[in-house]
Nanobody, 125 residues
Framework: QVQLVESGGGLVQAGGSLRLSCAASGRTFSSYAMGWFRQAPGKEREFVAAISWSGGNTYYADSVKGRFTISRDNAKNTVYLQMNSLKPEDTAVYYC??????????????????WGQGTQVTVSS
C-alpha cells in the first residue's frame, strides 16, 4: 500500500511558477513509476508528465512540454513537478500517481495503482 500526498498548489499569476511535491509513504518508492495528472472543472483527468523509477526517462503532454519538469528524489520518497510560464489554462486540480508497472509513456490513467488526493493550482490572467 502506498499513500501519496501532494502539496505546493496555490494561486499564481500568468507567467509565474509553482513547484508541486508529492510525498510517498513506504520503503519501495524507488520501485514505482510516477505520474502527474490534472483535472479542470467539467473536464476529464488528463496526463501531464511521467517519470520512470530511476528518473532516467520522462514524458510530457504536448501542452506542457518545455514549461514543466518532472523529477524525483528517491532518498526523500518525493516526486516534483516544476511548473514555469503558467497559463490560465493550466488551472486544475493536480494529482500524482504511482505505478508498479514498467513505464511506457505513462499517459494511460489505468496504468497507475495509487493516487493522491490532489492539490489545486489556479492561474489568474
Amino acid at each position: 500500500q502506498v499513500q501519496l500526498v501532494e502539496s505546493g498548489g496555490g494561486l499564481v499569476q500568468a507567467g509565474g511558477s509553482l513547484r508541486l511535491s508529492c510525498a510517498a509513504s513506504g520503503r519501495t518508492f524507488s520501485s514505482y513509476a510516477m505520474g502527474w495528472f490534472r483535472q479542470a472543472p467539467g473536464k476529464e483527468r488528463e496526463f501531464v508528465a511521467a517519470i520512470s523509477w530511476s528518473g532516467g526517462n520522462t514524458y510530457y503532454a504536448d501542452s506542457v512540454k518545455g514549461r514543466f519538469t518532472i523529477s524525483r528524489d528517491n532518498a526523500k520518497n518525493t516526486v516534483y513537478l516544476q511548473m514555469n510560464s503558467l497559463k490560465p489554462e493550466d488551472t486544475a486540480v493536480y494529482y500524482c500517481a504511482a505505478s508498479y508497472g514498467l513505464l511506457g509513456t505513462g499517459t494511460d490513467i489505468n496504468f497507475y495503482d495509487y493516487w493522491g488526493q490532489g492539490t489545486q493550482v489556479t492561474v489568474s490572467s
